[in-house]
């Protein structure tokens, strides 16, 4: 079972580049969620989909942007990325609204501006 | 603005001994409440969750407790384990689908 899968694992962008991260599930989960994990700040929602077609904005989402053209995917991107934007980005997907059932994480995308 | 907190950035406990882990929170809205574990390069996963209209839930050695009037909940790990050596993050749903997180406490177990 792959469950999420994030690609890629490690990327280092050099400022003022874009790059997409994706994310794929096959649980046929309606929720998806991009998290950020920063020393000291637990993970902030970046942005989330409570289906296909649909996007919201989460906690952190300036400097970056999502689509979810398809159920099993959702793509986040960085049009120009900034040193600030360095850190460990975590896709997450859930049946149902996540309080009353697990959020699945994929293993993480190691990200590295410079 | 955190809403979800995790105090202790760290905590030792000798195996066999009682691990707790704290957890404040700032928002009423919340109402569920979850805890996940993560290893060294791996995702997080999931753990235990505690509706906000119970006070106490147990899953074999875990055990969370919420105080809605202190707005504070707990995880209770007995006995600790080498194997539960991990972070762990607290974290509370609110109605509006997001889950907001703390910054995590790391657990080390000591032979």
């Known amino acids: 079972n792959a469950g999420v899968t994030q690609t890629p694992k490690f990327r280092v962008l050099k400022t003022g580049q874009s790059m997409t991260l994706l994310c794929a599930q096959d649980m046929n989960h309606e929720y998806m969620y991009w998290y950020r994990q920063d020393p000291g700040m637990g993970l902030r929602l970046i942005h989330y989909s409570v289906g296909e077609g649909t996007t919201a904005k989460g906690e952190v989402p300036d400097g970056y942007n999502v689509s979810r053209l398809k159920k099993q995917n959702f793509l986040l991107g960085l049009e120009s990325a900034a040193p600030s934007q360095t850190s460990v980005y975590f896709c997450?997907?859930?049946?149902?609204?996540?309080?009353?059932?697990?959020?699945?994480f994929g293993q993480g995308t190691r990200l590295t501006v410079v | 603005d955190q809403q979800v907190k995790q105090n202790s950035p760290s905590l030792s406990v000798q195996e066999g001994r009682i691990s707790i882990l704290n957890c404040d929170y700032t928002n009423s809205m919340f109402d569920y409440f979850l805890w996940y574990k993560k290893y060294p390069a791996e995702g997080p996963t999931f753990l235990i969750s505690?509706?906000?209209?119970?006070d106490k839930n147990e899953d074999g050695r875990f055990t969370v407790f919420l105080n809605k009037s202190a707005k504070h909940l707990s995880l209770h790990i007995v006995p600790s384990q080498p194997g539960d050596s991990a972070v762990y993050f607290c974290a509370a749903s609110s109605p509006n689908y997001k889950l907001s997180f703390g910054a995590g406490t790391t657990v080390t177990v000591r032979a």
């Open positions: 997450a997907s859930s049946y149902l609204q996540p309080q009353n059932t697990e959020a699945f």
């Open positions: 505690i509706s906000s209209i119970k």
